[in-house]
């Protein structure tokens, strides 16, 4: 399975697959695809540049804010934030994929739109 495949494969359910890897993959693709869009330095500038660029599409660059805090909160964060139990965990998980699935589920939207052209993904299919 070469690259492209791969990450098409990602955007199907397959049963048993932990749903905390697919949020982490999927938002690091969400990261990835904003970081080309804004071409900023890292993924809060390039939210920023989106945002000054397509005002239009101030709910998204909202929500792409969310996720970057929620992402780096679980991933930068774990050990140092004590407040992270199993069960507050799994709440941030749950609320990064609600958001995924908005990102991703946007008519119109610049995530939906980028991984049509540069993948033929149908991003609504992420549930």
Not at 84 to 104: F, H
């Amino acid at each position: 399975m070469n690259h492209k495949e791969w990450i098409k494969n990602q955007y199907g359910v397959v049963k048993g697959r932990a749903f905390y890897r697919d949020v982490i993959i999927h938002a690091s693709f969400v990261e990835t695809a904003t970081k080309q869009l804004g071409r900023g330095r890292d993924f809060q500038c390039s939210i920023k540049i989106l945002g000054a660029k397509h005002p239009e599409h101030k709910t998204e660059t909202d929500q792409l804010e969310q996720l970057r805090k929620m992402r780096n909160r679980m991933i930068h964060d774990l050990l140092k934030d004590e407040q992270l139990t199993n069960d507050e965990v799994k709440k941030v998980i749950r609320a990064m994929k609600q958001l995924l699935k908005e990102i991703y589920h946007k008519e119109g939207g610049l995530i939906n739109e980028y991984f049509d052209k540069k993948y033929q993904i149908d991003t609504k299919n992420f549930s």
